[in-house]
């Protein structure tokens, strides 16, 4: 037994050095790309070098967690391919170590490696993708608004707005508004639970206003009111992040508001599902592509499964994104456009499994 987990972790190495080989290859082709079309923007806006450069630092997030599942793929395919041709397989099936018993061992290195991957795109991507939509806009982010843990603040002539959420579809809650005098004190604050950009005004909705005189405070307020000028669209599009960035948390908060509001929340509900249908395709698409591993080994071999690793990737990605914008599209549920792909995958990779009598 103690014999047998040491083929395991030999397993483990082979395959965790091979996918972050994988990844390297990918996440350099990928910010390369990125890196030429962003070089186009120097001298433009005020863009330089060092622009670029936090903008490709700011988008490793987002890349490690979205290209994981991929590099996942591929650097199994790349390793386990390298043990199979030295016949490094079958010295191992031949000492007791089965077939099923290999893919556990990578399917348990696939499961960390997508655990970690989810964890940064659930707390440290949804940032970094909000600072990269703002510098994609302007060179300078401090002269548009300041994010921190209380929110984002912008700044509008004598006003300082603080808001808790902002999303896409022009939609902002808990906003607080600060009006200063000319002296620069304050004489009155406002609060809107929520604010929607309608045609050419913000309707505020649940409104409390605290008017500071010399006399005390007065509060006063009403259920719905219309302003002309709160944040401008410009402005708001530059500081919102996709629904596909966001956090599976702040989705899920953000569809609860909508659906409470009567509104249409499935591409939100979309996002959401496939924060947690992407780490699972990952382990899918390995169930299906390992079984290739133990076919007998002819010239062109590795490159064989380099093809193969890439055809089920991007097949994956072809239907899982048909099938997302037709559950947007005609009502589909959100939970079968974001899961469908991954069901159909494994039982596919289920009946390749019985005909190669796996199971």
């Keep these: 037994?103690?014999?047998?987990?040491?083929?395991?972790?030999?397993?483990?190495?082979?395959?965790?050095?091979?996918?972050?080989?994988?990844?390297?290859?990918?996440?350099?082709?990928?910010?390369?790309?990125?890196?030429?079309?962003?070089?186009?923007?120097?001298?433009?806006?005020?863009?330089?070098?060092?622009?670029?450069?936090?903008?490709?630092?700011?988008?490793?997030?987002?890349?490690?967690?979205?290209?994981?599942?991929?590099?996942?793929?591929?650097?199994?395919?790349?390793?386990?391919?390298?043990?199979?041709?030295?016949?490094?397989?079958?010295?191992?099936?031949?000492?007791?170590?089965?077939?099923?018993?290999?893919?556990?061992?990578?399917?348990?290195?696939?499961?960390?490696?997508?655990?970690?991957?989810?964890?940064?795109?659930?707390?440290?991507?949804?940032?970094?993708?909000?600072?990269?939509?703002?510098?994609?806009?302007?060179?300078?982010?401090?002269?548009?608004?300041?994010?921190?843990?209380?929110?984002?603040?912008?700044?509008?002539?004598?006003?300082?707005?603080?808001?808790?959420?902002?999303?896409?579809?022009?939609?902002?809650?808990?906003?607080?508004?600060?009006?200063?005098?000319?002296?620069?004190?304050?004489?009155?604050?406002s609060f809107a639970k929520t604010a929607v950009y309608e045609g050419d005004s913000w309707r505020l909705s649940q409104v409390r206003h605290s008017l500071i005189t010399e006399h005390g405070v007065q509060i006063s307020a009403s259920q719905e009111e219309s302003w002309p000028r709160l944040i401008t669209p410009e402005l708001f599009n530059v500081v919102t992040v996709k629904p596909e960035h966001m956090a599976a948390a702040k989705l899920g908060i953000y569809i609860d508001y909508l659906e409470q509001n009567g509104l249409n929340s499935q591409r939100y509900q979309l996002a959401f599902y496939n924060r947690f249908a992407v780490p699972l395709s990952g382990l899918a698409m390995l169930l299906l592509a390992v079984p290739f591993v133990f076919r007998p080994v002819r010239s062109g071999g590795q490159g064989q499964r380099m093809a193969l690793g890439i055809g089920i990737a991007v097949a994956y990605n072809l239907l899982s994104r048909m099938l997302g914008n037709a559950s947007v599209v005609y009502g589909v549920p959100a939970f079968l456009g974001a899961f469908f792909p991954v069901v159909l995958v494994i039982v596919i990779a289920y009946i390749a499994y019985r005909k190669m009598a796996w199971i």
Excluded: C
């Design 1 to 189: 037994m103690k014999l047998v987990r040491q083929y395991d972790g030999y397993l483990a190495r082979v395959v965790l050095v091979s996918t972050l080989l994988a990844f390297g290859v990918l996440f350099a082709i990928d910010s390369t790309i990125d890196l030429i079309n962003d070089l186009e923007s120097v001298g433009k806006r005020g863009f330089g070098v060092r622009h670029v450069l936090l903008m490709l630092l700011l988008g490793m997030p987002q890349r490690l967690y979205d290209l994981m599942p991929a590099s996942l793929l591929l650097g199994t395919l790349l390793g386990l391919g390298h043990l199979a041709a030295r016949n490094e397989l079958e010295a191992l099936r031949s000492v007791g170590v089965g077939r099923l018993r290999i893919l556990g061992s990578v399917l348990a290195v696939g499961t960390v490696l997508l655990a970690f991957s989810m964890l940064v795109g659930e707390t440290i991507a949804p940032t970094t993708e909000g600072y990269l939509r703002s510098l994609n806009k302007t060179s300078d982010l401090h002269k548009i608004s300041i994010r921190s843990r209380h929110g984002l603040w912008t700044r509008d002539g004598h006003r300082f707005i603080n808001v808790k959420q902002i999303f896409t579809d022009y939609r902002m809650t808990d906003v607080w508004v600060y009006e200063m005098d000319a002296e620069q004190r304050l004489k009155r604050v």
